[in-house]
């Protein structure tokens, strides 16, 4: 199994302001992907993050609200940009290990005022 | 197109007694379905997949779940509850032999045990 780590684990910020969040994997997957969790909710798939290309976005979530960099293939961040309380959510990122089997970080817990 | 259908968003028991969390799935080829747990301010953790091999399949902690064609069901069941299994369970499905396996989940179970 692969091993996920995220910073930050949470954060309270501004609205209007953006935060960036990083996705570590213990070793080399495929794929790696972006959901997240509303309070109270399910989670929902935001994009998948393509290792030295542009990340493919699911209906409803935009490049320029959520930019996505994967520089190679243990790393990736998430910008969830211009800042609103709507956004308040958790943000899970997952790299596939074997293939099928997607593994999830922890989350990073955002708040925003 | 995939989705998942988990009924009821909250299912209480007593310690000791069957853990029954139902999952129903709908896809248009053969689906890899999957149970992941989320402890209270934790990620989610994977406890068992089906992925074409052996319909009952046993996971971690002592759940097991039958994939049953026939019903398009994936529940997942433990025969004796522990506090400690208290959670939000999560039902998924991803299309098999898929290019990118994208993961559908259902909305949750919340699971309480009583003492």
């Known amino acids: 199994s692969a091993v996920i780590s995220q910073k930050p684990s949470r954060d309270i910020c501004q609205r209007g302001t953006s935060l960036t969040i990083q996705c570590q994997v213990d070793s080399q997957v495929t794929m790696m992907f972006w959901y997240r969790q509303q309070p109270g909710q399910s989670l929902t798939l935001i994009a998948t993050?393509?290792?030295?290309?542009?990340?493919?976005?699911e209906s409803g979530f935009v490049i320029d609200k959520f930019p996505i960099s994967r520089p190679n293939l243990t790393f990736s961040t998430l910008t969830v940009s211009n800042l609103s309380p709507e956004d308040s959510s958790i943000y899970l990122c997952s790299g596939n290990g074997h293939q099928e089997t997607q593994y999830f970080g922890p989350g990073t817990r955002l708040l925003v005022l | 197109a995939q989705s998942v259908t988990q009924l009821g968003s909250h299912v209480s028991v007593s310690e000791g007694a069957l853990v029954l969390l139902r999952c129903n799935y709908s896809?248009?080829?053969?689906?890899?379905l999957f149970w992941y747990v989320q402890y209270p301010n934790q990620g989610l953790q994977l406890l068992l997949k089906?992925?074409?091999?052996?319909?009952l399949v046993k996971g971690i902690n002592g759940f097991e779940a039958e994939f049953k064609k026939s019903e398009t069901s994936f529940h997942l069941t433990k025969p004796s509850a522990h506090m400690s299994d208290a959670a939000e369970y999560f039902c998924a499905v991803s299309a098999h032999g898929g290019s990118n396996y994208k993961l559908t989940f259902g909305k949750g179970t919340l699971l309480t045990v009583n003492p």
């Open positions: 896809s248009s080829v053969p689906p890899y």
């Open positions: 993050a393509n290792q030295g290309s542009e990340a493919t976005y």
């Open positions: 089906y992925t074409s091999a052996a319909t």
